[in-house]
Every structure is written in C-alpha cells, then in structure tokens.
C-alpha cells in the first residue's frame, strides 16, 4: 500500500518561496502521477497539480506562474515549491498518488498523506 | 475554472438515505465522466470514495454511490451511519490537464 508524508517548514515569510516534499513509501516514484493539493484552514480543497516524473507537470491555471513540481527519483520522493506566497497562501498542503501511469486523463487522488499546515506570516 | 457548486450542509437520520448534488459547466462536470468524490473527517486527510462518477475503491462501502446528469453530478449516501458524519468534496477534471473541486458539503447525522 503506497503511504506518503509531507515535510517541510510550518512558516513561511511573506514573499519567499514554499518549500514542501512528499517522501513516497510503498511504491515507485516512477510508477504513478502524484499530485499537490490544499486546503485554507476551514475552506475546501483546491488542486494544485500534477506529474508523472518523466513528463511536464500539469498546473492550476490560477498558480501556475508561482508553482514548480518536481520528483527526485534516487529518493523516492517529490517536492513542490510555491513562489512569492502571501497570507491567501496558508493552507493545509497534501500530496496524494494519481493512479498508475499512463492514463489518458487521472480519474482520481487517492492515498492521501496526512498534510501538513504551512502558515504565511511575517 | 471555478469551483464546483455544492450544498453548504446536508443533514439526515440514521438510517436514512441522503444526496449531495455537485454542479459544473459543460466544461467540466458535463463534459467528461470524470467525477469523484472525497471524504474527509475532521483534522484527517480526505479519502476517495468514488471514482469516474460511480466506481468505489476497493474497500469502500457499497452504501455510497455516485450518479451524474447533464452538469451535475450526485452522492447519495444509503442507510446513513454516525460514521459518515463528514465533509464531501466533489472533483471533476475540467479540461487542458486540469482539475476542480467542490465548495464541499457537512453532512451532520441527526
């Protein structure tokens, strides 16, 4: 059963970069499409992205130009970074298994990792 | 791409059956059998529980299935137990690789 747990710093400076890895255990990197997903403290859940480690991610049209997705396949995990943040981008950030690779389209997130609560704050 | 319409709170007796509605565009929930649904209790991290708008996982209770008509898709939720006191999000795929939720519902059991 593919398990993951998101790390990284719980605050973050207004206008620097957020820096978050899902390590991967259970299962390949190379195997999958993983995924970023988050949620405002008390708000709803909003898709951030997607990859398959060979291929160009896929974005949020509404974060695209501030988000990176990126594996490291030697330590079977991946990371994403989030630049200039502001308050609007504390949230509870999960990372989740897409399914197997290749699919046409990923039909859903499954194997969530706990998330972990990054507050923007100066 | 906007978020997904969904009821702010569904509430029902145990026992009962309940449905939560989902609402797209012809761009997205319409457009593509690609619904799923997500579960999530409070402080845990969401749980899939259907899948291409009415699959379950492995494991999931056949309580739950899914339905979809023109852009709206729906969860009903048979025989409604204490357990399934939960937050509900919707998601669909929406076209060019990308992917919306749901405002999310609070179903309260009674």
């Known amino acids: 059963q593919v398990q993951l747990q998101e790390s990284g710093p719980g605050l973050v400076k207004p206008s620097e970069t957020l820096s978050l890895t899902c390590a991967v255990s259970g299962g390949s990197i190379s195997t999958y499409y993983w995924a970023w997903m988050r949620q405002p403290p008390g708000k709803g859940l909003e898709w951030i992205g997607y990859?398959?480690?060979?291929?160009?991610?896929r974005y949020n049209p509404s974060l695209r130009s501030r988000v990176t997705i990126s594996a490291d396949t030697s330590n079977n995990r991946f990371s994403l970074k989030l630049a200039s943040v502001t308050a609007a981008d504390t949230a509870v950030y999960y990372c989740?298994?897409?399914?197997?690779?290749?699919?046409?389209?990923?039909?859903?997130?499954?194997?969530w990792g706990q998330g972990i609560l990054v507050t923007v704050s100066s | 791409q906007s978020a997904l319409t969904q009821p702010a709170s569904v509430s029902g007796s145990p026992g009962q059956s309940i449905t939560i509605s989902c609402t797209g565009t012809s761009s997205d929930v319409g457009n593509y059998n690609l619904v799923s649904w997500y579960q999530q209790h409070p402080g845990k991290a969401p749980k899939l529980i259907i899948y291409e708008v009415n699959n379950r996982p492995s494991g999931i209770s056949n309580s739950f299935s899914g339905s979809k008509s023109g852009n709206t898709a729906s969860l009903t939720i048979s025989g409604l137990q204490p357990e399934d006191e939960a937050d509900y999000y919707c998601?669909?795929?929406?076209?060019?690789?990308?992917?919306?939720f749901g405002t999310g519902t609070k179903v309260t059991v009674l």
């Open positions: 989740a298994n897409a399914g197997p690779y290749p699919q046409y389209w990923l039909t859903y997130f499954d194997h």
């Open positions: 998601c669909s795929f929406a076209g060019s690789s990308t992917y919306v």
């Open positions: 990859f398959y480690y060979r291929e160009t991610p």
